[in-house]
């Protein structure tokens, strides 16, 4: 661990930020946090998630204001009201929470703000698919309409369009919030192309991410932050050192040790699914079984989860719990025959955000907890309670609004509401999708956890690594279908990969 | 004859009888049935939702199926509810339809003026009743809203010595009728110092909303000494019931809940006075649109007295009816013939 | 990390490309939605009136029908325009109201009073929607709340300034807004679609609909909310006001409670329209030609001489098969393309 006094043997570094504060509510994000990025350097920005690094670049970026504190960019101390006001000054930022335009096309999102007008000073609408091609096309990316809207584009394109978005504007200061979550591998080279690209001419890249690897791979430098202050750059950081600076204690094994083998009888039998992108799909996931789904995405792995929570239109030769049969025609029905399905996107499609902690975890227990219609609050209480404390979820109270946590401790709250009601077989769909280290670990304990008391687990994930450690098997799929099966031991996150990209390297 | 028919179809409350009894009766039910051309009359209605509005379409509709109109008029009825660009639109696919006549109770009495002359420029003539029109070509048959609330207003500083508290109850706000009965009841008010209005609200002459509105002041008055009420008379005096406050006399409207409270309903026996405008406007209308085409009456508006009953005169199955609800309007009867035959006797 | 530098794609390539014209189509299945629905409505009461009257409809009931949809057409433009925000404009009626009997009240035959009271009501009307624009973007008040209680001001202020129906509009300003010759109104319809689509192609037109898509994305992009969403309402209240002028010129006189009804109307015409009341999406252009489908409804419907009594039930049916419809056939034809 070499830490550096960077500040002092730079020139004018080409962003600052000293001594910064935020707090929301009761709530400290930041708390004096410094932080600067000199100029044709990568910067990541690690630590936890709540650790303060996305306040930063939203303060960086315009979208908030610090309570105090100063901001420096090139070396002017700058006040920005706004983030069109930081763009005037270059710094530009992905977000990330997508901030695209669903209803509109591609081009326009690409445009909006500096659209390009015509000689009566409105904007030109024939010129926008040709020089949005165009601008696609100088970046690399050709399989992206223009014209489609982005309503109707994957969750990876459009994080792709966010990143075109920015990097287009010759940014001196380029501020990527957690930028590869949704991307896969190649995506993620492509990216960090571009973020070369940008440096050599001299943009400052600041650049956070839970997945080491990339770090490693990008970084120039590393600066840890860790409950709102920063606690050190680095030049040269080991995982391990980092995580434990993050979290202040030492993890000494990073993926905890699988669980004996499954047990024989099934859980869940899948024989010859169908239905759009999924091509008669056929597995056992036994129970006390961590059973591992990966590949590239787009190749039918959503599908599969959602049909099998009943939220996607398929049909089956014949599905059976337990060995019964049975028939899942929706979300209800998936419920009852206890399945739970966990998704990637839990602002959308699981949590109610505005609502509490409690009350989005008895959710669906609401039945059981009533009693003549109505519900027992004391009993709610208390079941909540003692999940809140075997998760670990950070929240100030059990009233607290979901909305208010940070991604990790919303993903605990969405995996906590399944725990009550009971299932046998948990559909995790990239679970660990944005979420910090520490967190991870947690859930990783708690996936493990649950496969010992006999629930049987299907697990996706985009990170190879994860699958390669944490699952008894792993099926790997291909244009939607099964391409390999991969059992332990010996399941390395190269073969999965290898796996999922033999066919297409010829493509 | 006509007066056995008469009572028996009254009390099925049908309104069928009344159309057949007097016109039946009338001197004039001859005349073109030899003629070839029937006349195309067409009644638009805007409101649809009351009692009375559905007894006044019911008379027209079985004065369709009698003589004279039977042998005489190609009827058609039509309702927009409040909704004047849709009475507007039906009225301007009257016009394609090439009617002779439109019988008009309007939503708005300016808003139809457009088409209205329109349709007078194309030779249709309009009749406006109820809710009249002040397109200056159309024909209106109405009863004098003025002297509806100064007659109401009367009664009241009669029985109340010409001192004390008194309560106005209006009716929807910008509408020509609550107006003009606000303004009769002030003129009776100004003769008379020693009466003050202690409260004036709206009960939009609905019998729910104005017992509501009614509850929700009343325990801020004073000692009331006289209720006067546009329209939902029978819950203002629910609201006094439920309040525990002694029922003051009343000038009301013809709601047959109100008469019944005249003859003793719940307890309670009102001394009041009950003036109703009577659904046969609508008949009135059709008889002069008839008559106007067949060039047996001048083209003249026709104003019609308001049929009324006081606690003394309300009679058990002529003006109040035990056995209907509350909200049926009592007050077609004793006059029905009389303003059909003033009809007959001024184009006589 | 070994696997990244084992792939060497530069570019992220994957021939697969939708013609422009299949875009255009999934895109605006909403607008193309209630063109053939239009269609469809005419072509029904075309069939329905020769049924009933053995011709087709002439002039005097094109002209009539049009006049009669012109104030619901420009509180539709009035609606979608804060709808597309995301918000809605109860208040519509209510600044009809206002603008109808200030119309009814001021307006006399000379050229000069009738210019300079329309463009003084207009503005009126501004000024109005302004005072909603600001009690629901700064204030950050819900729209709903807000607008219903200005709908009551207005009306309020209606009935001060027209106690009872009356007042006269001239002859002349009858004759150019809703000219009873023939349908000249037409034009404003035109004139209203050309003027929308260079607004759509403004940085005010383009920031309407980004704030009702998703505020937070359209702030992140530079987008000052609380202008725009000023500036929406402001621009409502002075097209609800056109939409009052309109309604006196085709009445000939005012009545301060004509302009009531035409709240829950403007949002149905808008939903007919296809323009979406979760904001971002839609079509002013619609949103008239849904004011116009509203219309021939009401014609159909006359027409069939069913009972008039169940008339209003049809027109629900109808309304809601029709939104029922369209919204099954957009969603099939954005799955399919």
């Not at chain 2, 009344?18 to 009338?26: C, G, R």
């Not at chain 3, 005419?42 to 011709?55: D, P």
Request: charged share 20%; hydrophobic share 45%.
């Amino acid at each position: 661990m070499t830490a550096k006094t960077a500040i002092g043997d730079m020139p004018t570094p080409a962003v600052e930020a000293s001594n910064v504060r935020k707090a929301f509510g009761g709530v400290v994000a930041l708390d004096g946090a410094n932080f600067s990025a000199a100029s044709g350097e990568v910067h990541a920005l690690v630590g936890e998630n709540g650790a303060g690094k996305s306040t930063l670049i939203k303060i960086i970026g315009g979208r908030l204001h610090a309570d105090a504190g100063e901001v420096r960019i090139a070396g002017r101390k700058v006040v920005l009201s706004g983030p069109d006001a930081a763009h005037r000054l270059g710094a530009w930022t992905v977000f990330q929470e997508l901030t695209l335009l669903t209803w509109m096309t591609v081009a326009e999102n690409l445009f909006l703000g500096h659209e390009i007008r015509n000689s009566l000073g409105l904007i030109a609408r024939g010129k926008l698919f040709s020089k949005a091609e165009q601008v696609l096309a100088d970046v690399g990316i050709f399989h992206i309409d223009p014209r489609a809207l982005v309503e109707d584009i994957s969750l990876a394109e459009r994080q792709l369009i966010e990143i075109v978005r920015a990097i287009t504007q010759n940014p001196q200061i380029l501020l990527l919030d957690e930028p590869t979550s949704s991307l896969v591998e190649r995506e993620t080279v492509w990216l960090f192309e571009q973020i070369r690209r940008l440096c050599k001419n001299g943009t400052s890249v600041v650049f956070t991410s839970h997945r080491w690897n990339e770090i490693r791979t990008i970084a120039d430098r590393i600066t840890v932050f860790r409950n709102g202050k920063d606690v050190g750059t680095f030049t040269e950081l080991g995982e391990e050192e980092a995580v434990t600076l993050m979290t202040g204690t030492r993890v000494d094994v990073f993926f905890p040790p699988l669980p004996q083998a499954p047990q024989s009888q099934p859980a869940l039998s899948v024989r010859e699914l169908s239905g759009p992108r999924i091509k008669s799909v056929s597995f056992d996931l036994y129970k006390g079984e961590v059973l591992g789904m990966g590949g590239l995405a787009g190749h039918g792995h959503r599908e599969v989860f959602f049909s099998l929570f009943g939220a996607e239109p398929h049909s089956a030769e014949r599905i059976e719990m337990s060995g019964k049969p049975v028939r899942i025609r929706n979300p209800r029905g998936a419920v009852r025959q206890r399945i739970a399905l966990v998704p990637e996107d839990r602002k959308t499609e699981g949590l109610l955000l505005p609502l509490s902690v409690r009350n989005n975890l008895t959710l669906t227990i609401l039945r059981q907890l009533s009693r003549f219609g109505l519900v027992r609050v004391g009993e709610e209480r208390r079941l909540a309670q003692t999940l809140v404390e075997r998760l670990k979820i950070r929240a100030r109270d059990l009233f607290v609004a979901v909305g208010a946590l940070s991604g990790g401790n919303q993903q605990k709250v969405l995996l906590g509401r399944w725990l009550l009601a009971a299932s046998d077989v948990l559909l995790l769909y990239d679970v660990t999708r944005g979420v910090d280290v520490a967190t991870k670990h947690e859930i990783y304990e708690l996936v493990l956890g649950l496969a010992r008391e006999g629930h049987g687990i299907l697990f996706y994930s985009s990170d190879a690594e994860e699958l390669a450690h944490l699952c008894h098997r792993v099926l790997v799929m291909r244009e939607g279908r099964i391409a390999a099966v991969l059992s332990q031991p010996g399941i390395t996150a190269e073969q999965i990969v290898a796996a999922a990209m033999r066919e297409h390297a010829t493509v | 004859m006509t007066n056995k028919l008469h009572r028996r179809v009254l009390l099925r409350a049908s309104g069928l009888a009344l159309a057949s009894a007097s016109f039946a009766a009338t001197p004039f039910a001859h005349s073109r049935a030899a003629n070839k051309k029937k006349f195309k009359i067409a009644l638009s209605n805007s409101y649809i939702g009351n009692k009375w509005r559905i007894e006044m379409e019911n008379l027209f509709k079985a004065a369709l199926l009698m003589e004279p109109y039977k042998s005489e008029v190609i009827g058609s009825w039509f309702n927009s509810g409040n909704d004047v660009s849709k009475q507007s639109q039906q009225m301007s696919n009257l016009i394609a339809e090439r009617v002779d006549a439109i019988v008009l109770n309007a939503a708005s009495p300016t808003a139809l003026d457009g088409i209205i002359k329109q349709a007078s420029d194309r030779g249709i003539l309009v009749v406006s009743f109820d809710n009249v029109v002040t397109a200056p070509s159309a024909l209106k048959v109405n009863t004098d809203q003025f002297e509806f609330g100064k007659t109401l207003a009367e009664f009241l500083a009669k029985k109340m010595g010409g001192k004390g508290n008194v309560i106005m109850v209006t009716g929807v706000a910008g509408t020509h009728v609550d107006l003009e009965r606000n303004r009769g009841a002030d003129s009776v008010w100004q003769q008379h110092p020693g009466i003050k209005v202690v409260s004036r609200y709206t009960g939009m002459w609905d019998s729910a909303t104005a017992e509501r509105n009614t509850a929700s002041v009343l325990p801020s008055l004073p000692q009331i000494d006289g209720i006067w009420c546009q329209g939902g008379t029978d819950g203002v005096i629910k609201a006094f019931i439920a309040a525990n406050r002694p029922i003051p006399p009343v000038a009301g409207e013809a709601e047959n809940g109100f008469r019944k409270f005249m003859i003793g309903y719940m307890g309670h026996k009102v001394d009041g006075i009950s003036i109703g405008q009577p659904p046969f406007l609508s008949l009135v209308a059709l008889e002069l649109a008839r008559r106007v085409l067949s060039g047996t009456y001048p083209k003249k508006d026709i104003t019609i007295p308001f049929p009324y009953v006081t606690s003394e005169t309300v009679k058990v199955g002529e003006t109040v009816f035990p056995n209907l609800p509350d909200s049926f309007f009592a007050d077609f009867t004793d006059a029905g013939e009389h303003a059909v035959l003033k009809i007959c006797v001024d184009a006589a | 990390m070994p696997q990244y530098k084992a792939m060497e794609h530069t570019a992220l390539a994957q021939p697969f490309r939708r013609s422009a014209a299949a875009h255009a189509l999934g895109q605006n299945i909403g607008l193309i939605l209630v063109c053939i629905l239009l269609i469809a409505s005419i072509l029904a009461y075309c069939g329905i009136y020769y049924a009933a009257q053995e011709r087709l409809p002439g002039g005097f009931e094109i002209t009539s029908t049009v006049n009669n949809t012109m104030p619901l057409v420009l509180a539709a433009l009035a609606q979608t325009v804060v709808v597309l925000t995301r918000g809605l404009d109860l208040s519509v009626g209510g600044m009809m109201d206002l603008s109808n009997a200030i119309a009814a009240v001021t307006l006399s035959a000379s050229l000069g009073s009738m210019v300079f009271w329309s463009v003084a009501i207009l503005a009126l009307g501004a000024l109005l929607g302004l005072l909603n624009g600001v009690l629901v973007a700064i204030g950050r008040l819900q729209p709903i709340l807000v607008t219903l209680a200005t709908l009551s001001i207005f009306q309020g202020l209606a009935i001060r300034v027209l106690p009872q129906p009356g007042g006269a509009v001239p002859e002349a300003y009858t004759a150019a807004l809703v000219s009873t010759k023939a349908p000249y109104a037409l034009l404003y319809v035109i004139a209203f679609g050309v003027l929308w689509s260079a607004f759509r192609r403004t940085r005010l037109g383009v920031s309407i609909l980004a704030v009702g898509n998703d505020a937070q994305a359209a702030r992140a992009h530079g987008i000052d909310l609380i202008r725009t969403r000023i500036a929406a309402y402001t621009l409502s209240g002075m097209l609800a006001a056109a939409a009052g002028l309109f309604l006196a010129a085709n009445a000939t006189a005012g009545d301060a409670t004509t302009g009531n009804g035409y709240t829950l109307s403007s949002i149905v015409a808008v939903v007919l329209g296809g323009v979406s009341l979760f904001g971002g999406r839609g079509s002013a252009i619609g949103a008239m030609l849904g004011a116009f489908v509203s219309s021939m409804i009401v014609n159909i419907l006359f027409f069939s001489h069913i009972d008039p009594l169940y008339q209003a039930f049809y027109e629900g049916l109808f309304l809601v098969l029709a939104v029922v419809l369209a919204e099954a056939v957009g969603r099939l034809v954005r799955k399919a393309s």
